[in-house]
Every structure is written in structure tokens, then in C-alpha cells.
């Protein structure tokens, strides 16, 4: 109890933070009421409807990456926003006319339409989070997901009619809070070169998208999706009291004088995860009472890394605005998939009568998460990932002009011991030329160029291109 008083006492409650909490708090709402009301009323007329809504969302989030990484500038808040309103308001309704009329057709447009608008939302949800750092970021999630709890059990108690008006509200509210707080991101992105300009003269601005962070939340997030659908009834997932074991450790996180590294929490996370999987082998084939411990179980781990997920999501985008549309919009999409494959595991597990089979099915879930674990993330830090992050510089379209840049360029190639081709692409670099310029230039191909500026920036010690023209500048000094 002490912890959490100084946890409480420790926030720092502005209009931004309040405002935060809140968007958030509706998203975490939104998809709980999406899950518990509206998906399992798709049973009676079509079921499939679930899945085609769920992988319309999937394939939304990642082509809103893709275009962000090609053609960030050409993204309008105004203009997306609005289309997002029309289109959700226009699938929304399909969905309430298909299910008075069980028409399946009907049912499927508007779940699609629906599920493609709301992705709109939960990216404006991120792009707000950005502007906030540190403690506050991280209370401002953890009071959105205790509120998110509190919630449940009002919503709950609600007419069906009344939670489904309920549901059709939240998107519009969260991006009525979050639109204005959005805009420095855009601004960002409309200042500086695109994602896929940056990765090749400033990779430390760019997370690729087969970074191990997104290798990390799938993981995760398809511990979530067997989570909901393990032990899940009439399609309904089990409620536990164990889902706010996360809280408390966050708790304790906004307690202590500084802030812990963001891989402490994945390490309980991991746990959580761990121990609900062996929980449910071992409670296989015995009494169902004791299934909600390794659902709940799994709940608190996945949980504790969606808290996770949040705030390393909205950290990368506040060090970097340019690459937050993209990285939140990866992100979430490498979480909607991850969650579509782990309750694929789940359901499969449900419907085994065998107890023998559903036990090799749970082993096999268990063997893939502790492997990876110890393989392709043994060493991946979240911390790290984090502050490895830089600013997009916006070196273009300006050229640099400076006087004997290039006797610099000599001299720095010359200092850093540069190969030949090295030397060609770091004057090129130097003169404020980008990838594409480079690339025909020098007619050589995009990864050729990704590795030879790798090379560079390592042999002298810089990570962007700002840096690199900084260097080459003072050369002439340090000669």
C-alpha cells in the first residue's frame, strides 16, 4: 500500500498526461468490448466474420507502415481522419443492420470496414503517448490499464444494445483527445526524409521491421492470443484476477528514485509466461477449477508486456517523431498477427478431447517461446533499442557548401582509413547527397550502399549523416 502511495504521489498530472490516460484507457476498452460483446455476436450469423475483421485490421496496420516507411510526407492527419470517421461510422452501422437482419454478407463488409477504420485511432492513440517521456508515460499507461479494469465491471453490468453504442463512441472520443497532441509527429514527418531515405544515410533513425523488438511482441502478443482463447467459453475468454499482477509491479517501477531498464519488465513478463504454460500442462486432463490459474497467468505475463509494448513504442517515437507512425504502425500491426496465431493455438487446444494432445500442443507452445527466448532475443535489449534510437536529421534537400569540402573528404578518408568506394560514398555523404542520389550515381544497389555506410559510420565513430558532415568539417582542425 505504501508503494502505491508513493507511486501516486510521484505523477505528474497534466492536461497532456490526463488526456493520455484517458485515449488509452478507451482503446484498452475498446478492445475488451470488441472481444466480449461484438465478436461472439458474430457466432449466430457468421462466424468467419471474426477472423476476416480481425486479419482486415492486420493488413491495414501493416500497409500504413509500408506507406509511412515509402511516403510519410504524403500522410494527412486531416484528410485520414477524416476518412477513418466516415469509414468506421459507415461499418459500424452494416454491423448493427446485419446482425438485426443475420444477413452474413452484410455482416462481413461492415466488420471489415469497421476493423480497417479503427486502426486509424489506435495510431493517433500512440502518436499522442510520444509526447510524453519517462515515469510519465509509464504511469500514464499504468493508470489507463487500472481504469480500463474499473471499467469492466460498469460496462459489465450494461443492455447489450447499450455496450454495442458503447463501442461505436470510443473511436470517435479517442480521436477527438488525441488529434491536436498528434500533429508535431506529422509536422516531423513532413520536415525530414522518409523512413525509407533515412535507413540508408541515418540507419540509427530507423528501426527495420525485422528488428528484434517486433520479433519480441509477436512473441508476446501470441502468448496473448492463446491466452484469451485457452479455456475461452462460447467464445468468450475467462476473466482473472491475476490480469493486474502487471500493475503492481509497475507500481513498484513508479515508486523507486529512477526508473528501471525496460527489460526488467519483460523479464517478469517472460516469467508470467513461462509459468502459465506449465501450469497448464500440468492441470491438463484434471478439474477445470483450476484453469483460470495458467489462463491468469498468461493474462498477467501478456499484459505486463502490452505495459511494456506501450511505452517502448511511444519512447521510440518521442526520441525519433519522424519514424513514430511507422514504428507504432508495425508495431501493432506484428501484434494484431501474432494474436490472430496464438488464438488459432489456443482454440485447437480447446477443442482437443484427448488430454494427451492438448498437452503436446501446450508443450509445443512452451518449446517455442523459451527457444526463442534464449535464441534470437538472448541478447536483445529493450533499453537499448530505445536509446539506439536518433532523430532523422533533415540534411535534405539543402546541399552542403563548404569551402575545400573536398580536401576535407580526402583528409577525413585518408584519417579513417577508407577504401576507395568508402571514400566515393562518404563525399556524397559529406555534400548532403541522399540513398537514391547515391544509388545512381554510383549505380549499385540499395544493400550494397546499407552496408558501406555501416562500414563508414563505424570506422568513424558517427551515427548520421549530420555527424558525418560535422566530422568531415573538422577535420581540417584536428589534422
Not at 87 to 115: E, H, I, K, N, Y
Not at 320 to 336: D, E, I, K, L, Q
Request: charged share 15%; net charge neutral.
Amino acid at each position: 500500500m505504501g508503494v502505491a502511495k508513493r507511486a501516486l504521489g510521484q505523477l505528474r498530472i497534466t492536461p497532456l498526461w490526463a488526456r493520455c490516460v484517458i485515449v488509452i484507457t478507451l482503446d484498452l476498452m475498446y478492445t475488451w468490448v470488441t472481444n466480449t460483446w461484438l465478436y461472439p455476436s458474430f457466432v449466430d450469423v457468421l462466424p468467419a466474420a471474426r477472423e476476416c475483421s480481425s486479419f482486415a485490421g492486420v493488413l491495414t496496420m501493416l500497409a500504413l507502415a509500408w506507406v509511412a516507411y515509402k511516403h510519410a510526407e504524403k500522410i494527412s492527419k486531416r484528410v485520414w481522419s477524416a476518412a477513418a470517421v466516415g469509414m468506421f461510422l459507415a461499418g459500424m452501422a452494416l454491423v448493427f443492420v446485419a446482425l438485426w437482419t443475420d444477413s452474413p454478407q452484410l455482416l462481413v463488409v461492415g466488420a471489415v470496414v469497421r476493423s480497417i477504420a479503427s486502426r486509424w485511432f489506435v495510431i493517433m492513440a500512440g502518436l499522442q503517448l510520444c509526447a510524453l517521456g519517462g515515469k510519465s508515460c509509464m504511469s500514464a499507461i499504468a493508470v489507463a490499464y487500472l481504469a480500463s479494469y474499473a471499467l469492466r465491471y460498469f460496462v459489465g453490468a450494461m443492455p447489450d444494445a447499450i455496450v454495442l453504442c458503447f463501442l461505436a463512441v470510443i473511436p470517435l472520443a479517442q480521436l477527438a483527445l488525441s488529434y491536436r497532441d498528434a500533429e508535431s509527429c506529422f509536422v516531423t514527418m513532413r520536415e525530414v526524409p522518409s523512413a525509407d531515405v533515412a535507413s540508408l544515410v541515418q540507419p540509427a533513425s530507423f528501426l527495420p521491421f525485422s528488428h528484434r523488438l517486433f520479433v519480441a511482441i509477436f512473441l508476446f502478443r501470441a502468448a496473448y492470443g492463446f491466452a484469451i482463447a485457452y479455456g475461452a467459453t462460447e467464445g468468450n475468454p475467462q476473466q482473472v484476477f491475476l490480469s493486474v499482477v502487471p500493475l503492481a509491479f509497475v507500481a513498484i517501477f513508479l515508486a523507486l528514485p529512477r526508473l528501471p531498464r525496460a527489460d526488467v519488465l519483460y523479464q517478469i513478463a517472460a516469467l508470467l509466461v513461462v509459468s502459465g504454460l506449465i501450469s497448464a500442462l500440468v492441470f491438463t486432463g484434471t478439474i477445470s477449477a483450476p484453469g483460470s490459474l495458467p489462463n491468469g497467468l498468461l493474462y498477467a505475463g501478456s499484459e505486463c508486456f502490452d505495459v511494456l509494448m506501450w511505452f517502448v513504442l511511444a519512447s521510440i517515437g518521442a526520441r525519433n517523431p519522424a519514424n513514430a507512425f511507422m514504428v507504432f504502425a508495425w508495431g501493432r500491426g506484428t501484434s494484431s498477427l501474432a494474436i490472430l496465431v496464438g488464438t488459432s493455438f489456443g482454440h485447437t487446444t480447446n477443442f482437443s478431447s484427448d488430454p494427451f494432445v492438448t498437452s503436446l500442443w501446450i508443450a509445443a507452445v512452451l518449446f517455442v517461446f523459451v527457444a526463442l527466448n534464449l535464441t534470437a532475443l538472448e541478447r536483445f535489449s529493450f533499453q537499448e533499442a530505445i536509446e539506439g534510437v536518433q532523430k532523422t536529421e533533415p540534411v535534405e534537400p539543402q546541399l552542403v557548401q563548404v569551402a575545400g569540402l573536398d580536401e576535407l573528404c580526402a583528409n577525413a578518408a585518408k584519417r579513417y582509413r577508407l577504401t576507395p568506394r568508402e571514400t566515393e560514398i562518404m563525399e556524397l555523404l559529406a555534400h548532403g547527397r541522399n540513398g537514391p542520389f547515391i544509388q545512381e550515381k554510383l549505380v549499385i544497389s540499395r544493400n550494397t550502399i546499407k552496408t558501406h555506410v555501416s562500414n563508414i559510420y563505424a570506422k568513424m565513430g558517427v551515427h548520421s549523416q549530420q555527424e558525418l558532415i560535422d566530422l568531415v568539417e573538422g577535420t581540417q582542425a584536428k589534422g
